[in-house]
């Protein structure tokens, strides 16, 4: 199983859809949780951090399922700006080091 | 939020040049930064960890002697490329790990990254 999965898309919805993912993770011991944001051509940014259940930040919104070891990420009434690629980061346990997922491809579509 | 540069932000080079490539955290020491590379379609894939006053350590499959790195001081890590060919051609970033003084979780922050093009 890999460390972390995503699945990789592409969604493609309508401007103002909701729209959601997963990322599942496979060492039980992570303790928290990254949601980044890529733009074609450009780096990572930080959307939303995870450490317990969940996280809302506006129309965004994290949960994290333990028990299932999966972390989501839900995003309400869509822009055309939320286009992009989220990758799911989870911290390796023992280290400062993080895993990338491979990343879901979003397309807002007008 | 922190800030990380990286320099160039675009090389094109001939088979067999070096390349080198500065990553700086501006507003912040930063003891561990990372290195990146990302293939076209594909996600970010750890390089190698570069630590302040000591060596790199790198990711399995990741050739040390051909991707040599330079923590020097707490503010600037550097990539070299050497004798590059076109299959390193790809996208290579960095990160600085931010450690809150307060404690907790600590962030990394990344550069904008650097295209290379082996011709």
């Known amino acids: 199983r890999k460390e972390v999965e995503q699945d990789p898309g592409p969604f493609n919805v309508p401007e103002g859809a909701t729209v959601a993912f997963n990322c599942t993770y496979s060492?039980?011991?992570?303790?928290?949780f990254f949601w980044y944001r890529q733009d074609c051509r450009k780096e990572p940014k930080l959307l939303m951090s995870?450490?317990?259940s969940g996280n809302e930040d506006g129309r965004f919104t994290a949960q994290l399922n333990r028990a299932s070891q999966y972390i989501s990420l839900l995003i309400r009434d869509s822009k055309l700006s939320d286009s992009a690629t989220y990758l799911c980061?989870?911290?390796?346990?023992?280290?400062?080091?993080?895993?990338f997922g491979s990343g879901t491809r979003l397309s807002i579509r007008p | 939020g922190a800030v990380v540069s990286q320099h160039p932000s675009r090389v094109i080079c001939k088979s067999g040049t070096s390349v080198k490539i500065e990553c700086r955290s501006l507003?912040?020491?930063?003891?561990?930064m990372f290195w990146y590379r990302q293939f076209p379609k594909q996600s970010l894939m750890l390089m190698a960890t570069?630590?302040?006053?000591?060596?790199?350590?790198?990711e399995q499959g990741v050739e040390k002697d051909k991707f040599l790195i330079n923590h020097a001081s707490l503010t600037l890590s550097t990539l070299t490329v050497t004798s590059a060919h076109p299959e390193d051609s790809s996208f290579y970033i960095c990160?600085?790990?931010?450690?809150?003084?307060?404690?907790?979780?600590?962030?990394?922050?990344f550069g904008p990254g650097t295209r290379l093009t082996v011709l």
């Open positions: 507003d912040f020491q930063a003891t561990t």
């Open positions: 570069s630590n302040e006053g000591s060596k790199a350590t790198y």
């Open positions: 060492n039980s011991a992570s303790q928290s």
């Open positions: 990160s600085a790990r931010a450690v809150p003084a307060s404690g907790g979780i600590d962030t990394q922050y």
């Open positions: 995870v450490y317990s």
């Open positions: 980061v989870v911290p390796k346990a023992s280290a400062s080091k993080i895993i």
